[in-house]
């Protein structure tokens, strides 16, 4: 009997599926997979050696530290990897990112150190023809927002400027954005050594330093706003004095949390005072078993069971240490600059640290203070988008745009405009992350961003992207962007393997995922 094939008709692309084949088929379902293998392999090789668990957080990977500095990389690379990933879905690639990533940071840092002017420039004859500057204006001191603002004006103007010239030159995104790559680190690097330029100098440094920390700084009651290191170095007699006003249920709590930190420093101190003295005890055992001397063994043996040591004491709870407790308390006088730069969710790492007794190193000290604030910036983006891309007809015009151009545009689709707004947004996203960067270590260098277009272009092809455009979700570039900060740090962990290695296994996934993409773009449009 011979067994007849039925051909595949375009009406099977329309035909109802069980929610097991509707799940496979989404192109998120194999990144997500990988993602879930790296959390697993990440928090098992990172419980230090000769321990065993379960629980993936007793290792390091998945400890407060570990979660703060994990999240902070994943997020990072996912607020560029959006702007990457939705251009890419139009069908157009911008490789400037990292160079505008580098271009914002160093404008938000010279605007905030040395201000901001607006000069004219005119030619003239006096002792002969050169070239003069003429000041417009000139701000001397300018606010974290306002130097944001400013710089966006910058990068935002230069991200439509690549966008007109993409649309209307009808020249390929790739080399466009990338005399824009060349172009944005060059003067970036030109412009840091002018202005970062001593007069003792013959060329200008590529960083800027000695920017306040801005996000610290607080209002003191009774010395005013200072940054807060500085406020905690002051005379002992001003710290008492900013004690006064402080109401009393504040005080016992901080009394209460800066006691139970010394004692579990005192108790750190014990532990180590006491493996030390037990250290020889341990080889003389070992010495004593390799001889087969049993009366040796014994003794030994009893030593180690019965040694003990005068526990240390914790010191004592003042009321120095309290105003400078006190102090870390304060809220930032720079909410703009704590926004983009300082921490999130600070009440439950407390709650961890104390009473719950998680966020702790080995010496009663708080591991974390929070998560940094690009989490809160990354999931606030990622819902924007996901919003635009999946519930308005903007969002139609992109996929539409990618997918096919030809007949977008005869459908009224304003394809030109959607090109446009989606180079914008990825400048918008690049400032953002300088943004970030400026405000935590305050802080710019011209290498800033580098090689980061190629990493968000990676993370959105790994979460499911088509290259070709017309395809993927806000979701799939969110887990891409796991893929890589996680692997970034798993391979770190296992033993016998070069921590580079990660680099091999993500050119794998990138290859591996482009091929899946494909193959999952070809079924949805009945190809296959």
Not at 14 to 19: E, F, I, L, P, V
Not at 161 to 189: A, C, D, K, M, N
């Amino acid at each position: 009997m011979n067994a007849t094939v039925k051909a595949r008709q375009e009406s099977d692309r329309h035909a109802s599926k069980s929610w097991f084949a509707a799940i496979f088929a989404r192109p998120e379902i194999g990144p997500i997979g990988v993602m879930l293998l790296l959390f697993g392999m990440l928090g098992y090789f990172s419980i230090p050696t000769g321990e065993f668990s379960w629980n993936p957080f007793a290792g390091e990977g998945f400890n407060a530290l570990g979660i703060r500095n994990n999240l902070k990389v994943i997020s990072q690379l996912a607020i560029i990897a959006l702007g990457a990933g939705l251009l890419i879905i139009a069908g157009e690639f911008d490789l400037s990112i990292g160079s505008m990533i580098g271009f914002a940071g160093a404008c938000m840092a010279m605007i905030l150190r040395w201000g901001f002017s607006v000069v004219i420039p005119y030619i003239s004859l006096e002792g002969g023809v050169h070239v003069e500057f003429y000041t417009l204006l000139h701000l001397p001191v300018v606010s974290p927002l306002s130097a944001l603002l400013i710089t966006l004006c910058f990068t935002l103007f230069f991200g439509w400027l690549q966008g007109y010239i993409v649309v209307r030159s009808g020249l390929p995104s790739f080399i466009v954005t990338l005399g824009g790559l060349f172009f944005l680190r060059g003067l970036t690097e030109v412009s840091l050594r002018s202005f970062n330029h001593r007069p003792d100098q013959a060329k200008g440094a590529t960083t800027v330093t000695e920017i306040p920390d801005i996000k610290n700084i607080v209002d003191v009651p009774g010395h005013g706003e200072m940054e807060r290191e500085a406020a905690k170095a002051l005379p002992e007699t001003a710290l008492l004095d900013i004690l006064k006003d402080v109401p009393a249920d504040t005080l016992a709590s901080i009394t209460e949390r800066l006691a139970y930190t010394y004692q579990r420093a005192a108790d750190a101190k014990t532990e180590i005072m006491t493996a030390r003295g037990v250290k020889p005890l341990e080889r003389a055992l070992e010495n004593a078993i390799d001889s087969g001397n049993e009366q040796m063994v014994a003794t030994i043996q009893d030593k180690i069971a019965t040694f003990k040591i005068d526990p240390v004491v914790a010191r004592s709870v003042t009321d120095i240490d309290i105003a400078r407790a006190y102090i870390d308390t304060l809220h930032s006088a720079r909410p703009v600059a704590n926004f983009f730069g300082g921490d999130i969710m600070e009440p439950v790492f407390d709650w961890l640290y104390f009473p719950i007794d998680w966020n702790t190193n080995n010496f009663g000290n708080q591991f974390a203070q929070g998560l940094y604030s690009c989490v809160m910036i990354c999931l606030l983006m990622s819902l924007l988008c996901y919003l635009v891309l999946s519930r308005t007809q903007a969002g139609n015009w992109i996929y539409s745009t990618g997918g096919n151009l030809t007949a977008a545009k005869a459908n009224g689709v304003p394809t030109n405009k959607v090109k446009i707004s989606l180079f914008v947004f990825s400048a918008f996203c690049a400032t953002i992350f300088a943004a970030c960067q400026v405000f935590e270590v305050n802080t710019a260098d011209a290498a800033r961003g580098n090689l980061k277009e190629l990493e968000a272009i990676a993370a959105a092809v790994i979460g499911g992207v088509v290259m070709t455009g017309g395809f993927g979700t806000v979701l799939g570039i969110i887990v891409g962007a796991f893929i890589f900060g996680l692997a970034k740090e798993a391979f770190f962990y296992i033993p016998g393997i070069d921590g580079s290695f990660y680099r091999v296994f993500l050119g794998l996934v990138i290859v591996a995922s482009a091929l899946l993409n494909e193959n999952i773009r070809k079924r949805i449009m009945g190809a296959i």
